[in-house]
């Protein structure tokens, strides 16, 4: 018979869209319906949620709805718990270092989202007391997971593209001010005051993608803006808008390549997916989104002539090849967490830890400092 380790995980924020649908319904309550994380040796782990917030009501509605036996909006008395020895936030920005540093205090693993802190100091901190406190830290690379970016690793690892000569993505969509439709994000991601801000939000994940997947990144020149300066929020009362909602940055790499890099809640989206990456190589391009990925090798690469005094027949979109699904990728959220568990169970391989977290949140600083200053930022890594 298959032993079967109970791990009781601390879920704090998750209440919210992000820590209910994709940490807990996708990600612990469909492990724990697998019956566990499966280890090396056979044995499984099972996660068992206790569910953290500030709305009791919120916290009781949830629990009767998947049939969870614990939840409660005392911080302090669960993380004084020993059978909770994991502790994941979902939080907002402006309240994860005060609880995450009081998780550590008191001797929890961590696992959290990003970014870990609104500051590279706080974030750097934050790792700091992990490590001399002796606890194991994650941070949220969802995107890493996505099957589309599956894909792009696995052309990077089969040497598809050759030399990697530039990248260059798109991400957004439009999000309505409020108004005559609401909006679908939280009103707080375009305060500046409560940590919103897509420069903080995205620029912790293009990060970690583009130093897991293309290489270091030596320095980075951005322009932040703020696009609708009036918005209305959850009530129907109209704010001022003082978070940038766009990015456009330039990301130069130490191994010669360049990153252009949109990010946008004020834009049409005229594209197959909400994010799409073009890679150009010296054998090879590939344009990849959540989950799709179309490639043209060199030697399938046709020889446009430019002529702007006749129409162009040629249907270049033709060009492309999608690429076939060879793997069944599952939620990313989820196996990134089933990786992390065995992390904490069994000392498996874990390298996104809060030190990873704070070079994303680095490089939001350093992209702000390059908007505000008008000129590159040299990223000191």
Same mark, same amino acid.
């Given at each position: ?20 649908? /994709? @940490?807990?319904?996708? +990600?612990?309550?469909?492990?724990? *319906? ?8 056979? +044995?499984?782990?099972? %996660? ?16 009767? $709805? @998947?049939?969870?036996? @614990?939840?409660?909006? &005392? ?21 994860? =270092? ?11 693993? #961590? ?10 100091? &706080?974030?750097? &901190? ?52 409020? &108004?005559? /439709? ?26 970690? =993608? ?12 951005? $322009?932040?803006?703020?696009?609708? %300066? /009036? ?32 990010? +946008? ?29 179309? #490639? ?39 196996? /990134?967490?089933?990786?992390?568990? $065995? @992390?904490?169970? *069994?000392?498996? %391989? ?15 600083? *350093? ?5 505000? *200053? ?8």
């Amino acid at each position: 018979m298959t032993r079967t380790t109970r791990l009781g995980v601390i879920m704090n924020g998750v209440s919210g869209r992000m820590g209910y649908r /994709q @940490h807990l319904v996708r +990600s612990i309550l469909a492990i724990r *319906e697998e019956g566990g994380v499966l280890l090396s040796d056979g +044995s499984r782990v099972m %996660p068992d949620p206790v569910l953290v917030g500030r709305d009791e009501d919120k916290l009781r509605v949830l629990a009767e $709805r @998947h049939g969870l036996e @614990h939840w409660t909006t &005392d911080l302090d008395a669960v993380l004084a718990d020993p059978e909770y020895p994991l502790y994941a936030d979902f939080l907002v920005t402006t309240k994860r =270092v005060d609880a995450i540093r009081r998780a550590i205090a008191a001797g929890k693993d #961590i696992y959290t989202e990003k970014p870990t802190a609104e500051s590279f100091a &706080d974030a750097l &901190d934050l790792a700091r007391r992990a490590r001399e406190a002796g606890v194991k830290s994650g941070v949220v690379h969802d995107k890493l997971y996505l099957p589309g970016l599956q894909k792009l690793r696995r052309l990077i690892d089969s040497g598809f593209f050759g030399r990697i000569l530039s990248v260059r993505g798109e991400f957004g969509y439009w999000v309505f001010e409020g &108004d005559w /439709q609401t909006a679908q994000r939280p009103s707080w991601n375009y305060r500046a005051e409560d940590g919103g801000g897509i420069t903080s939000d995205m620029f912790a994940h293009w990060n970690y =993608v583009i130093e897991n997947l293309f290489g270091s990144i030596s320095s980075v020149y951005a $322009r932040a803006v703020t696009h609708i %300066p /009036q918005r209305v929020d959850e009530h129907g009362v109209t704010y001022p808008a003082t978070a940038d909602d766009a990015a456009y940055a330039i990301f130069e790499l130490a191994n010669g390549a360049v990153v252009q890099l949109n990010s +946008s809640w004020a834009v049409r989206v005229h594209r197959k997916e909400l994010v799409e990456f073009q890679v150009d190589g010296t054998l090879g391009s590939a344009v990849v989104g959540l989950f799709g990925a179309e #490639i043209q090798p060199r030697n399938a690469t046709p020889k446009p002539v430019w002529n702007p005094d006749v129409p162009d027949p040629r249907d270049y979109l033709g060009d492309w090849h999608e690429l076939p699904e060879n793997d069944v990728f599952e939620n990313g959220f989820k196996t /990134q967490w089933e990786q992390f568990i $065995r @992390h904490v169970a *069994e000392d498996a %391989p874990y390298t996104f830890d809060l030190l990873a977290g704070a070079r994303g949140v680095r490089l939001s600083e *350093e992209g702000l400092r390059s908007s505000a *200053e008008g000129a590159a930022s040299i990223s000191r890594r």
